[in-house]
């Protein structure tokens, strides 16, 4: 084994593919437009807790993940840039301490503002971020609490923001997180298609490796029917968003019939999928303004 040590620069490199920039926007987002749309009003903690859902909370999540999964990424094809490091092995302590150290100054400053119903928020979003890929529970290994626990990556943060904010919870307001998290699991569902084999070869469990490939694209198309289903019921114009599901169910429809040995087919969607949520994510956005307005 090579024992050369790492270049600061081939360190920050890593660390950086590690912490998925794609992926960013996917949890700042859900926070600042939570706190925002809360409080009307832009101040540090917008500031401060976007940043942190932006890049270390990524680097923690992703990180802790490239460090466990390791040994299974070796012996998947697709890993490498967006879909997933795969760590020189001198990086894995340095990613670890790297992500906790980038997380501790901006969650002493999240405790200090917040209530303690935002701490335990907190909290809990940071503990499954942790113990996704982490032992001794790897959730990420036990199947539908791998799709659960993903999705808690990327609502948490929506429902952090609305906690800290003072948000006033209704029923409508509920029904938006509820919607969120159907999109999560069907999204973290049919990410894992793809990998089944892999994941077989390497000893590692996932709701699809339980359940076969054709089941969970099919559950996938379930979760995010559900979620525009239950859109309709927030509050207008929020019943529009029911429309954000449709591009994904047009995207994951054609591998509805996919086998467990075509699996890996399901990569050409999942890459059709990171491009939906840019246009899923401009549709949000054109909604809370028009909810904006509204509300003014």
Known sequence: MNATPLRTREVVRQLLIASRPVSWINTAYPFAAAYLLTTREIDATLVIGTLFFLVPYNLAMYGVNDVFDYE????????????????????????????????????????????????????????????????????????????????????????????????????????????????????????AVQDVIADREAGISSIATARGARWTVRFALVCYAAAGLVMLATAWP?????????????????????????????????????????LAGFLVTLLLIWWWMLTA
């Open 72 to 191: 299974s990424d070796l012996r998947n094809p697709r890993k490498g840039g967006a879909h997933g490091a795969v760590l020189d092995r001198r990086m894995h302590a340095i990613t670890l301490w790297a992500a906790t150290l980038s997380c501790l100054p901006f969650l002493l400053y999240l405790a200090v503002v917040g209530s303690p119903w935002s701490w335990l928020v907190l909290a809990l979003s940071v503990f499954f971020v942790v113990f996704y890929s982490a032992p001794p529970l790897r959730l990420k290994e036990r199947p539908f609490a791998d799709s659960v626990t993903s999705s808690i990556h990327f609502f948490s943060p929506a429902v952090y923001g609305l906690v800290l904010g003072g948000a006033v919870w209704t029923w409508q307001l509920a029904a938006v997180i509820i919607a969120f998290a159907l999109w999560g699991v069907a999204s973290h569902a049919f990410g």
């Open 238 to 278: 929020g019943p529009l968003g029911a429309l954000v599901a449709v591009p994904y169910l047009i995207a994951v429809w054609p591998y509805r019939s996919i086998t467990d040995e075509t699996a890996t087919t399901a990569t050409t969607g999942w890459r059709r999928f990171l491009w939906i949520n840019q």
